[in-house]
């Protein structure tokens, strides 16, 4: 039976990861995601979860650990945030190379230097091209829900990719909230037995990780990206899954009073809920806003994306990271570059807005707004902004 | 000479398992002694076996898609990870044979490396692995330089070796730093079974990879493996330079079981470092005191080394 529980979310999600029934968790730690294996490293020692959890010496040696234990048919499970992730970068294209379900949390945090602790999402945008399957989590609840929903996804015999799910460090990880969590039961109803494609194991002997030349090497790298789009309609009958089993309906895009809206504000993460108070003080100011909360990002969601922003006038992205030097942020220009061929796409405007932990509020995004229309009417000339610098 | 090798045609046959698990046709320089080191290990190793290969020349020459030399079940991911990978693949069969998901049988993990993968670039992943304990057998095969990118200097290429990146000149006489001793830092890990070997005494090697296996936990053997290519000689002469390593006192091969050390080659008296040296191109530029230097050198690592033989007792020993 479902039991609703106040949590922090980092606990919650290693809850919700314990009720997966994980064989192998690696980890190292890292602020902020470090209560996620904190806690699973509790419910292991207390004997709730039959599992081996690997204190490895470095997060390459955590996804290492992870990479070598799911090439054996173990359920995987690892978490890291920043830096770490950087760490974990040699490793992040072998394992979606290899098709390993590999199962991660994200809490993400922005990228030294200056060293910084807090949260933006610098540090899985550096990681956007790993061939990983990514999703962002608005609150507690989607972290939980997320968490139960990856392993099946990965896991699919259509899919067999690695996953990632992003959840905002501290403003997510260190937040308590209350949050329903299925019983074992339920969750074993949903999530079957990982049942592996191929493994290591003498009975069938084979090799992982062979060395591709030139005449293969294009086929590998088409075959990842078709396994990878081809992915989404996998998450998204997971999705209708839960919805008929929980009752909580995940979108690759959710849209917030977008009917008829002239305006609307993109975010990802958990900026999601702050927006959302906006576009209802902007909505009582007779403003004609709305908002799309992106919650998959890989695969991107171009249909979803174009049939969501139609009739829009104004359509104001927030990135959470910097591409340094480039045309627009992440986010900014991956919408771009994906309605460019819209022959009636909104004007699209960039704010890259709470790096490292800067403060995201509810008159940020009516500001935001008040950008959005004002734009509407001069076209602006810089392509993205940097949002709130001081002494500019 | 050891009169184990002196014997091997006249033994080989009831010794060492007819079964080829690193099978022929694979892509190695000729001469390579790294690959007859690896065919001998996994006679030894058996069918129960799953290796884990650090990027190097070994996965390179091994696993050309769509083709592959290996008969055990393989894994190769990156170059510094060998030893964490391994401990995944261990951990996974742990839990998969506990809770029944696989056959309920011993398989050993066996993670292997060159020189850079291991005393280098994988020396933190080699020392988490054993710190942690798992059941995981390590094994470096040492050519002594980054052979596959092209023999640039690592940490185990040797005091006085030119290689491409420390070339001897006219204001160099080549690598200025000696010898990093991976074996030793393994010993001071407190693993249970660490020995160093060669390909050039082979049963030797063989044995200590099933005493390795026999290990209920970490085991590292670091396999001196010569590499003509690298070292600037015939092919022909792969056998002879190891034989030289070990009787010169350069690489002598011995096992610590449990804290204990022990020779398992016996050399009495010592051959001058010369007779290794002069074999290879890549010490050709030695001056006689350069020379001198490092017979000095041997001299006192091979004391040093007798000195553990004869003074160090076993853990259990200690125990009294």
Known sequence: MTKRAGMEIAFAAAEAVALCKPDVVAAYPITPNTHIPEHLSDIVADGRIDAEFICVESEHSALSACCGASATGARTFTATSSQGLLFMGEVMPIVSAMRLPVVMAIGNRALSAPINIWNDHSDIMSQRDMGWISIFALNGQEVVDMAIQAFKIAEHREVLLPLNINLDGFQLTHVVEPILFPDQAEVDRFLPEYKPYATLHPDKVLSMGTLGMPEIFTEAMKAKDVALINSKKVILEVWKEWEEQFGRMYEPIEAYKTEGADMLLLTMGSMGDTAEVAIDESRKRKVSAGLLRLKLWRPFPIEELRNAVKGAKVLAVMDRAVSFGGSAAPVGAEIRAALYGEPDRPLIINEIIGLGGRDVTVGDFIQIVEKAAQAEKEKPEEAYEIYGVRGS | ?320
Request: glycine share 8%; charged share 25%; hydrophobic share 35%.
């Open chain 2, 1 to 320: 000479m050891s009169i184990i090798v002196e014997n091997f045609d006249l033994y080989a046959p009831r010794l060492v398992d007819k079964e080829e698990y690193f099978s022929a046709g694979h892509r190695a320089c000729q001469g390579c002694g790294e690959a007859l080191a690896i065919r001998l290990m996994c006679k030894a190793l058996g069918k129960d076996t799953v290796i884990v290969n650090a990027t190097g020349c070994m996965e390179v020459v091994s696993s050309l898609y769509p083709t592959t030399a290996w008969k055990l079940p393989w894994l190769h991911v990156a170059f510094p990870n060998a030893a964490s990978v391994g401990s995944g693949v261990e951990a996974g069969l742990k839990v998969l044979r506990r809770k029944g998901r696989i056959a309920d049988r011993d398989i050993k993990t066996v993670s292997i490396g060159g020189d850079g993968g291991t005393v280098d670039i994988g020396l933190q992943a080699l020392s988490g692995a054993m710190e942690r304990g798992h059941d995981l057998l390590y094994v470096c095969f040492d050519n002594e330089a980054y052979m596959n990118t092209g023999i640039q200097r690592s940490g185990a290429t040797p005091f006085g070796a030119s290689t491409t990146t420390e070339p001897a000149g006219s204001a160099s006489f080549g690598k200025k730093a000696w010898k990093k001793n991976v074996a030793e830092i393994m010993v001071a890990h407190n693993v249970p079974y660490v020995a160093t070997a060669c390909h050039s005494y082979p049963l030797d090697f063989m044995n200590k990879v099933k005493k390795a296996v026999k290990v209920k936990g970490p085991s590292y053997i670091h396999c001196l493996s010569v590499c003509p290519t690298g070292w600037r000689l015939p092919p022909e002469q792969c056998i002879k330079a190891g034989r030289m390593a070990v009787q010169t006192g350069i690489f002598p091969l011995y096992e610590v079981e449990d804290g204990k050390y022990r020779m398992t080659i016996e050399t009495r008296e010592l051959r001058p470092v010369e007779e290794y040296l002069k074999l290879q191109g890549r010490f050709r530029h030695l001056s006689e005191d350069e020379k001198k230097v490092i017979q000095e050198r041997v001299n006192q690592e091979y004391k040093k080394l007798m000195n553990k033989v004869e003074c160090l007792p076993s853990w259990s020993d200690l125990k009294e």
